[in-house]
């Protein structure tokens, strides 16, 4: 089932380093996509992500200290 997920604001704890290799590594996000991605974050805008459900990645998603909200 694919879902989206809308990552709507980062908390006190996010790094942006670490981000951009979860968007790498999870979602083979380019170098480019993946800074693009953390700047938006960090600049109040919103990010969309489009995936495949898998409840391993939403754990994942959890401790990467972004707020975000789940559509299917």
Do not use: C, P
């Not at 997920?5 to 981000?19: D, H, L, P, R, Y």
């Amino acid at each position: 089932m694919k879902i989206t997920i809308t990552i709507t604001n980062w908390n006190e704890g996010f790094n942006k380093v670490q981000f951009n290799k979860f968007l790498r590594g999870q979602l083979s996000y380019t170098i480019h996509d993946a800074k693009k991605a953390v700047e938006n974050i960090l600049n109040g805008e919103e990010v969309i992500l489009e995936l495949e459900y898998d409840s391993g990645f939403i754990a994942l998603l959890d401790k990467q200290h972004v707020e975000y909200k789940i559509e299917k």
